[in-house]
């Protein structure tokens, strides 16, 4: 569809703030920080994934985890990982310094003061080249001492997620402040001094409405804060929001908002600095961004972290959504001196030219792109140039190509017309993707209705049980013909092979699993599976509950044997099962049965009408599946 299309039907994209984005990044092979080009002149940045919360509309990688000990363990892995980049570093000219995502105002002001110490011992000239070393919070943990003490460890900018000054709609996110506490906190925050207070705003959580926008607005625009950011809610895979679209503002209604947001906030002496951001008149207000738009490098630390390198962008962690097990992993790596980047992608000269033209679409120079690539934007771009042109987006002199007003409003929804279709057809999976998740113990049926459920749909069907038996009979694995139910699981070599897996440092399951969340990082799967409900947040939940004794004759009739006979196989499996997880990955298969969004006692039921009710469950709650 075209630009104006999607414009008139008030399409939306949510905000694009890196390209190559991380849905095309693939597993590394080989990786070593040789094969990757930095600036001189960088950015870092340190990961801190602990929170007290999880906000509904956040699909951010973090956990709650009060345990002091996961943070200091957690930490001092981030300063090994700084020394990693020891070489590096030391010879660069630092730009900035965050410490965010998360809530690092978690962390003590000791805690802190240790990575930022960490970097100027590595690069004595910190303090001197770095004008931004800033930190993320939320309103609740701002106190006068404690920030204070940030600052006197170098915090000179402090981002702070207010959300919402409506007290209703902040509760409903799920967090737990108030509009009194965000008030006295960014107030607290001026009286310390910091150089810059970053308040973020989101537009579209749950039941807000351009009303009840204005009014935050207003009473924001009265507090002065240095910067204010206003945040379209995006949404995210496998958040709670994503389940309560019913709730949420209309499209048409959220760009009203940017209209509003920015009258109000003209009005009120502050400058709009890109289609987001609006600051009272100083220097500098985001520097790691639009240093990272100028194509400067940014390394990142931490479990979830990404680092943008000149030729190559690439990112810690393996798994998608899987968030402890995202910091254990983590944490192992370095603990055994390894590099954590986990996937990765080389930018391409094509896709370089891409990235350009999306980093600097607010403020195109037209010179300055045939320079580096060699070709007119108006010939490169010819279509979306000539929308922005119908649509009265941009302002043009001589070589400069300006989003105006109203462009702005639509900066993402024209960022995402250039992306190359190669990472369109990744987008498109992670967006508009469902992957169900079917769980049960042995013999519960699981894998038939995986295979009902995946061609009544249209979904890829694995079985991990299949990728894990090629794995141990070192066979090459096709992931589209997994299959299950060979009567291997229940035969003697198995309880050999079970038995080594349980002894085992490293069991082949840990690589059948990776295999597996790869293909539902990719979309459109369905998997029968016992620990990915528990590993993995990428998909719909349903838990096939049968009784042992309902299993047992199952197996006795299927295999001619005796029902204590069966009973005894299945009980052997239950706790062996039971106890390999809990080794792997630290997870009872038995406990927390929260985690499914669906669970079907399934003792009375026929095959065909368990599949039939696990199909009505998908239907009635997720509209996609109608079609
Ligand atoms: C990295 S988050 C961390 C903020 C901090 N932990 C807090 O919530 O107080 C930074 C900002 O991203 C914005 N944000 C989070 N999830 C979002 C989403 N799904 N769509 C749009 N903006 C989002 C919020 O405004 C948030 O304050
Ligand atoms: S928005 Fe902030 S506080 Fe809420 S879950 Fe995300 S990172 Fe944590």
């Known amino acids: 569809m075209w630009l104006i299309e999607k414009v008139k039907n008030n399409e939306f994209w949510p905000e694009v703030y890196t390209y190559p984005t991380t849905r095309a ?44 000990i996961m943070k200091e363990t957690y930490v001092t892995c981030i300063l090994k990982e700084i020394e990693m980049y020891k070489d590096i570093i030391k010879t660069k000219t630092i730009k900035t310094l965050h410490i965010w995502w998360g809530t690092p105002s978690l962390l003590s002001p000791e805690i802190i003061k240790k990575i930022i110490t960490k970097v100027h011992t590595i690069n ?21 001492k404690r920030f204070l003490a940030y600052k006197k460890a170098g915090i000179n900018r402090v981002s702070i997620g207010i959300q919402s000054l409506d007290d209703n709609e902040i509760t409903l996110c799920g967090r737990k402040n108030t509009v009194q506490v965000s008030t006295k906190a960014i107030k607290t925050l001026q009286k310390i001094g910091f150089k810059n207070v970053v308040v973020d705003l989101m537009i579209g959580i749950q039941w807000q409405t351009v009303t009840s926008f204005t009014k935050s607005v207003q009473k924001l625009a009265k507090l002065q804060a240095d910067t204010i950011e206003l945040y379209a809610l995006g949404m995210m895979p496998n958040t709670r929001i994503v389940y309560q679209k019913e709730t949420l503002m209309n499209n048409k209604d959220v760009y009203a908002c940017y209209d509003i947001g920015r009258k109000i906030l003209l009005k009120a ?20 961004e639009d240093y990272n738009f100028e194509d400067m490098s940014t390394i990142g630390f931490g479990a979830w972290s990404r680092t943008y390198g000149i030729n190559m962008y690439y ?12 910091i254990t992993e983590y944490i192992a790596d370095i603990q055994a001196n390894i590099l954590p980047a986990k996937t990765g992608v080389i930018i391409s000269k094509e896709e370089k030219m891409r990235q350009y033209a999306i980093y600097n679409i607010e403020h195109l120079d037209t010179t300055i792109f045939k320079k580096k690539f060699g070709s007119e934007f108006k010939k490169k771009f010819a279509k979306i140039y000539q929308e922005l042109k119908k649509l009265n987006f941009i302002t043009e002199e001589k070589n400069k190509i300006t989003l105006n007003a109203q462009g702005l409003n639509y900066r993402d929804l024209i960022a995402k017309q250039f992306f190359s279709p190669k990472i369109m057809k990744w987008e498109r999976a992670y967006r508009y993707s469902i992957n169900i998740i079917i769980f049960g113990f042995s013999w519960s049926g699981k894998s038939v209705i ?57 069991p082949l399951d840990i690589q059948a699993t990776k295999i597996v969340i790869n293909e539902l990082h990719k979309g459109n799967v369905v998997v029968d599976s016992r620990d990915l409900p528990r590993l993995t947040n990428n998909g719909i939940k349903i838990y096939l509950k049968a009784d042992m004794k309902v299993r047992a004759q199952r197996v006795a009739k299927r295999s001619n044997i005796s029902y204590a006979q069966s009973m005894k196989i299945l009980k052997m499996k239950y706790d062996k099962t039971r106890e390999l997880f809990q080794k792997l990955y630290n997870i009872d298969i038995t406990k927390n049965r929260e985690v499914f969004d669906y669970i079907l006692e399934t003792d009375n039921l026929t095959e065909k009408e368990v599949s039939k009710k696990v199909c009505d469950f998908l239907e009635k709650t997720y509209p996609e599946f109608k079609n």
Do not use: M
């Open 25 to 68: 990044y693939e597993p590394l092979n080989n990786f070593s920080l040789k094969k990757v080009k930095f600036s001189q002149d960088i950015n870092l940045y340190a990961h801190i994934p602990f929170c007290k919360q999880i906000c509904a509309y956040c699909g951010y990688l973090k956990i709650i985890d009060n345990s002091p």
């Open 124 to 144: 004595p000239n910190l303090f001197k080249t770095a004008l931004e070393i800033s930190l993320e919070a939320s309103p609740e943990t701002v106190e006068y």
């Open 269 to 288: 002496w502050y400058i709009q600095d890109c289609h987001n951001r609006y600051a009272l008149p100083k220097t500098w207000w985001f520097l790691q």
């Open 315 to 326: 990112r810690n962690n393996y798994y998608n959504n899987v968030h402890y097990k995202a």
């Open 450 to 506: 995986t295979n009902a459920v995946g061609k009544k749909y249209n979904l890829k069907i694995v079985h991990p049980s299949g990728v894990l038996r090629n794995l141990c009979e070192n066979k090459p694995i096709d992931i589209n013909k997994t299959e299950y139910n060979t009567g291997f699981w229940e035969s003697k070599k198995w309880v050999k092979l079970f038995n080594k897996r349980l002894k085992d440092e490293e």
